[in-house]
């Protein structure tokens, strides 16, 4: 009987939705199906049609629907700055859109990666495609990284020509040599964007544009945040920081047009970009660097894992006097469970498993065992319904030893 106990499980794949989750499961496999399917080429394209429109009518999984929101509202956005970029020289403007160009990328991504993590596990997956959502969570992240990189080197070009107007303006000196060189090493670093004209003046309508992609982009944040909480998806979540990023860039290109408007010899264009890049560049590298982890099958933080220990706290005896069954234990029927140790979590995209050493007494049954493993399962994803599967080893011991 104890070498029974000690035995782990054998693992299962079959991990269907939860009670009462049935519906959103089902959701989630109609909405974008054709995503991951293996019908015809042509077959597909008339179904990807269907299930858009299904998503924007309202139906479909939260997460598909918020992502095609941002999806049509980006492909606006991206437009209507580009055209008013360039028609109204300003040059923020157009490295804004340049930068809701990366938003598209990332929107797409984050479509399909969400749609195929929500498979059921298979064959040939058999913990789910929780992975997926991690790649495109870092796929995200390198998106956000890159548009930073391309902020920040069109900011450092026009600080260089903000650097040498100003330069020519002043006399022979120690300011004039100071900004010569500052200029001469700034055109030394590589551009790959390309310039756009400034032959003609700024039009300051172009502030118009940037302030409605300010409030458009917080508000995209905003929704998709709230969903991507309530979801414990990293890759939802990854997006929502992928809008506030465009948000920070629509307010840098807003201050720049209106500090050019007002005070045209200021270089508030490159140096608020710069500072802008900076910041979208610590975001791109703090979601690579957590996707990294869960790619590497990293431990989840201390705290989770102490919030799991006290979720089963009521199954498990007083420490004060362990060999008297408290009144929780009682109620629910866990007199057998000596305690709990070890506790091993790790996360896959949204999903969270779980494994645990319980302790029990050494002649328990395995009818018994099971039944604890059950309780043990069941008080972990009620509490937590990210929690894909818990896995349980069974430490057979004698009672005396909680004496």
Not at 125 to 150: D, R
Not at 270 to 277: A, F, K
Request: glycine share 8%.
């Amino acid at each position: 009987m104890s070498s029974t106990l000690s035995s782990r499980r054998p693992h299962t794949t079959n991990s269907g939705p939860k009670p009462g989750e049935k519906g959103k499961d089902s959701a989630a496999n109609d909405v974008f199906g054709s995503l991951t399917h293996t019908h015809s080429h042509e077959e597909g394209h008339s179904h990807d049609a269907e299930k858009i429109v299904e998503a924007l009518k309202g139906g479909g999984d939260r997460g598909s629907r918020i992502t095609v929101i941002g999806l049509i509202s980006n492909i606006g956005l991206t437009g209507a700055k580009g055209a008013a970029g360039w028609y109204m020289n300003s040059a923020s403007l157009l490295a804004d859109a340049g930068h809701s160009l990366s938003d598209l990328l990332g929107d797409f991504v984050t479509l399909f990666c969400w749609k195929l993590s929500r498979r059921k596990p298979s064959e040939l997956y058999p913990y789910g495609f929780g992975k997926f959502e991690v790649l495109g969570t870092a796929t995200v992240s390198l998106l956000l990284t890159g548009g930073a990189i391309g902020i920040g080197l069109h900011s450092w070009s026009l600080l260089a020509d903000a650097l040498s107007t100003s330069a020519s303006t002043l006399p022979a000196g120690v300011l004039h040599d100071v900004l010569i060189n500052a200029s001469e090493a700034v055109h030394h670093v590589p551009v790959v964007v390309t310039e756009h004209s400034h032959g003609h003046m700024l039009d300051p309508n172009a502030a118009w544009f940037a302030a409605i992609s300010v409030v458009a982009k917080e508000w995209l944040y905003r929704i998709t945040k709230k969903v991507a909480d309530d979801e414990h998806s990293p890759v939802l979540l990854a997006n929502a920081i992928h809008h506030r990023s465009d948000a920070y860039s629509s307010v840098v290109a807003l201050v720049a047009i209106l500090g050019t408007w007002w005070f045209p010899h200021l270089p508030l264009d490159p140096i608020g970009g710069l500072l802008v890049s900076v910041l979208i560049f610590q975001q791109g590298i703090s979601i690579l660097m957590s996707s990294f982890r869960q790619l590497t099958d990293g431990s989840v933080s201390p705290k989770t894992k102490r919030v799991l220990f006290e979720t089963l706290e009521p199954l498990l005896p007083s420490p004060e006097n362990p060999q008297i069954p408290t009144s929780a234990q009682t109620t629910l029927q866990t007199q057998n469970l000596l305690a709990v140790r070890d506790i091993r979590a790790m996360k896959a995209g949204a999903l969270m498993f779980v494994d645990l050493i319980a302790d029990v007494p050494h002649n328990l049954s395995i009818e018994r065992a099971t039944d604890l493993e059950s309780k043990i399962t069941a008080t972990l994803k009620k509490a937590r319904k990210e929690i894909s599967e818990v896995r349980v080893k069974f430490n057979p011991v004698e009672r005396d030893r909680f004496d």
